[in-house]
Structure formats: C-alpha cells, structure tokens
C-alpha cells in the first residue's frame, strides 16, 4: 500500500486503487508482472474470492503459492506443477529403494560379524517411520512424468527459497 | 460420442456445441469435475489454456489442471505447493538416513577389516615365538616328516 500509487493489480485493472483493495498488500506497483501471471492463470476475480475467504494473516503465504502455481503452469502449460511432485516423487521412491537395500546390507553384516560387533541399532523411530509417500489421499495419484514435455524443474522447491525468491521469470 | 451437454455447459447453462472445448474432458457424469476447476481457474481461462494446445495434449492438460484445483480447494493456503515442501522435507529426511546407514555399513566394514588384520598378525607373531627346533619340526610335519629324533639315517 505505498502512498496514493495504485498497487499492480488495480494498476492492470486500470480501476481506482481502494484503501482497503485486497490485492494491495501483496501486489506492490513496482513488481507488475506478479500480478500479472497469477491473472493470467487464476483470473483476479477468483484470486480476490479465493484472498477474502483467509483469514488476513494467511494470505501472504496464499498469495505466493498462487504466484509459484502460476508461474509453473506458463512455463508448462500442460503439467504446470504437477510435474514437478511426480518428479519428486520419482526421487522419493529411489531413495527408499536405495535405502531399503543399504539397511538389508546392514543387516546381513550383523548376522555374519555375530553379537561381537557393536549393537549399532537401527534407528527405531525412524525405521517405521511412514516418511515415504503413503496413500493418505493427500497426495493425488499423479499421471506419468512425460520427459519429453517441457517441463521446467525450478532448482528449489523449499518453501522458504519459493517464499523468498522472485519467481517472475 | 457424448450425447448431450458436457459438464461445463450443464455448469454454465448453456448450450453445449458440437465444438465445445470442454466436452471431451469434462463429461457430463463427473460434474464435481468441472466444478473445481472452474472455482480455481475460470470456466474462461480453463478455455483459453486448452485452446492454446494441440489436441493430443489437452486430455492431460484437463486432468493437472484439476489435480490442481483439488490441492487449492484441500488446502486453500499453500495448493500444491504444500505437497511439493513437504516431499522436499521427505526426500531430505530420507537422504540423511540413508547417508547415516552407509556410514554405518563403512564402520561395520572396517571393524571387520581390521578385525582380520588383527588375526593375520596373531598368526605372524605365533610363529615367530616359536623356538628354532619347533619351527623345525612344524616345517618337517608340514612336508610330512615325523620329528627329528625320529629320522634314520642311512650311511652308505
């Protein structure tokens, strides 16, 4: 909210900058092209419904996401982020392959080297520990990952990174 | 062939052309379909990104779109970028477990390297104790001799 400038959304919308505009906060007029892609994709109506039904100290966060989301779906318009979880994914599934085969090694060596060998225990907390993808329905069933696609993996996923980082191309 | 109006048409109350871009991805029998994405995106922007694609890609195009909408509509703050953090905190979590594992397994591997270098000198050392007439006798055994008082010995 600087001032008497229009924020970025009102200012593509060519209409008066309210005082209580509920993109203000968030699209400042001196990043244009925020707002812009997340029109794009999401249209300002359904951003604007989407910000007024959260509560005020959760729509920073929501507002980035929206922007992350939206950039990922024009630089791949056919998987946009979705893409990019079932590439995750893939590399969930290898770690635990490779994991599974270093702890069955772990255990063989104890059975050959007998009680002489110090206890050296599994982390049982960890062990069965679910941190692998588990059918929760929370992660949807995503379709094949397409290598041919253009599909553009942003180098960090980390929420902080994503939340910090300018993701306007 | 769908006979009647789509999903998207029977949601807009319209009439549903021959032509229409929606039909072929939102049938008429899944209309909780159509719903979220049109709640997400916009029966509008839903058009206008599956006219910019070639036919072969839109099937796809409709079903990530709608993956989509169901995370916003899960978790209206984060989307889907809440499942991408935390399969980064997953694949973080297991990285460093199995690093922690193949340590493990190099520590198992070297105490039993050791361990058999520690044998190999026992025997070293259990030899080179041995007094002059018993290494004698160990090497005369192993080529089969009996001890050396026993030995005859023929003059000719």
Redesign the interface.
């Known amino acids: 909210m600087g001032g008497n400038s229009p924020c970025a959304s009102c200012k593509l919308l060519r209409r008066r900058c309210a005082k209580d505009c509920v993109f203000a906060p968030y699209f400042p007029p001196d990043d244009p092209h925020k707002f812009a892609i997340v029109h ?4 300002a ?2 951003v604007s419904k ?1 910000l007024q ?2 509560p005020v100290q ?1 729509r920073a ?2 507002v ?3 922007v ?2 939206a950039n990922a ?1 024009v630089r791949d ?9 079932s590439y ?2 893939n ?2 599934s290898q ?2 392959m ?2 599974a085969v ?2 069955a ?2 255990l063989c ?2 059975m050959q ?1 007998g009680p002489v ?2 206890t ?1 225990q ?2 049982e907390d ?1 062990h069965d520990k679910s ?3 588990h059918d929760n329905g ?3 069933k ?2 094949n990952f ?1 290598s041919s696609s253009s599909t553009v993996i942003p180098d960090s ?3 902080e990174s ?1 939340f910090r980082h300018d993701m306007v191309s | 062939m769908i006979s009647g109006r789509c999903a998207a048409c029977k949601y807009l109350r319209r009439r549903c052309p021959s032509h229409c871009i929606f039909s072929p991805y939102f049938p008429p029998n899944d209309p909780q379909r159509f719903a979220c994405v049109h709640r997400i995106y916009g029966a509008s922007n839903v058009g206008k990104m599956l006219l910019k694609l070639p036919p072969h890609l839109r099937a796809q195009t409709a079903d990530t779109l709608y993956m989509e909408a169901k995370c916003r509509i899960q978790d209206p703050v984060y989307g889907c970028v809440g499942i991408i953090s935390h399969l980064h905190q997953q694949i973080r979590i297991a990285e460093s477990q199995l690093a922690k594992t193949q340590a493990e397994i190099a520590v198992f591997n070297s105490i039993a390297r050791e361990a058999q270098v520690q044998e190999i000198e026992a025997d070293s050392n259990f030899f080179k104790n041995l007094l002059p007439e018993e290494i004698t006798a160990a090497g005369l055994r192993s080529y089969g001799y009996g001890s050396p008082s026993t030995q005859t010995f023929k003059f000719n």
């Not at chain 1, 056919?78 to 979880?85: D, E, Q």
């Open positions: 794009k994709v999401f249209g109506s359904n989407m039904e959260l959760q966060d929501a980035s996401s929206l992350y989301e779906r318009p056919v998987y946009g982020c979705v893409g990019a979880i995750l994914q590399q969930v770690l635990q490779q994991l270093a702890q090694e772990i060596i104890q080297q060998m110090p050296q599994i982390d960890n941190y692998f993808l929370l992660i949807p995503f379709i397409d996923f980390k929420r994503i």
